[in-house]
């Protein structure tokens, strides 16, 4: 069964830093992986996803991510964030069925 | 433009009082979802319509029921509400059933309160 793992509950910045929220999933079947984001009192919004070929994922806001498969990871990034970055972030695994598996989400505050 | 829309955004419910969450799409999906979210958790997948084909999760409570009268939209039926229940609950839709790969769109959520 896949499961997804969020290892940073909250992750704290300030404005202009660079930042790297990581999530781990495990696997024994196909793998799609993605990020969404969820600002305050809103729905979730997808920031980018891996289905296959490049292991490196761009999305939108200046987000990108690397799927690592000898590590089981999916690393987001982003070289600098802003205040309007401040959201809870989430990382899911889909596998051969419907089921999206949501980790448990990790809060990026960026302070100014 | 908003693509899947749900109301009321905040529903304020008495224990025991059945109470019925709206969700529309203007997406023309075949698959709409309704997640349950408790306050800093993941959202967890109550069910999902696949065009008429309802599939309801294994752990999914008898006391939430679903209706999908049309494409369009969708609704959540919470029979007796326990205070349990009080959540974020969001909807959200696909092009096709292997949501695993398509990208799925999502309601800005209602927020439940049960007194």
């Known amino acids: 069964a896949q499961s997804v793992t969020q290892l940073d509950s909250q992750v704290p910045v300030f404005e202009e830093a660079p930042v790297e929220l990581r999530c781990n999933y495990s696997?024994?079947?196909?793998?799609?992986l993605f990020w969404y984001v969820q600002y305050p009192n809103q729905g979730l919004q997808l920031l980018l996803k891996?289905?296959?070929?490049?292991?490196l994922v761009k999305g939108i806001n200046g987000f990108e991510a690397e799927f690592n498969k000898s590590q089981t990871s999916f690393h987001l990034r982003k070289p600098s964030v802003h205040i309007s970055d401040t959201a809870e972030y989430f990382c899911?695994?889909?596998?051969?069925?419907?089921?999206?598996?949501f980790g448990k989400g990790t809060l990026l505050t960026v302070n100014p | 433009d908003a693509m899947v829309i749900q109301n009321p955004r905040y529903q304020v419910t008495q224990f025991g009082k059945p109470v019925t969450l709206s969700c529309s799409q203007t997406?023309?999906?075949?698959?709409m979802y309704w997640y349950q979210q408790k306050s800093s958790q993941a959202p967890k997948l109550l069910f999902h319509?696949?065009?008429?084909?309802?599939?309801n999760e294994a752990d999914t409570p008898d006391n939430f029921q679903s209706r999908r009268p049309n494409t369009s939209f969708c609704f959540l039926d919470i029979r007796s509400p326990g205070l349990g229940d009080a959540a974020m609950y969001l909807c959200?839709?696909?092009?096709?059933?292997?949501?695993?790969?398509?990208?799925?769109?999502f309601g800005p959520g209602t927020r439940l309160t049960v007194l």
């Open positions: 319509y696949y065009d008429k084909d309802f599939n």
């Open positions: 959200a839709t696909s092009r096709d059933e292997w949501g695993a790969t398509d990208t799925q769109y």
């Open positions: 891996y289905l296959s070929g490049s292991t």
């Open positions: 997406l023309n999906h075949n698959v």
């Open positions: 696997s024994s079947v196909s793998v799609y």
């Open positions: 899911a695994g889909g596998g051969s069925n419907y089921k999206l598996t």
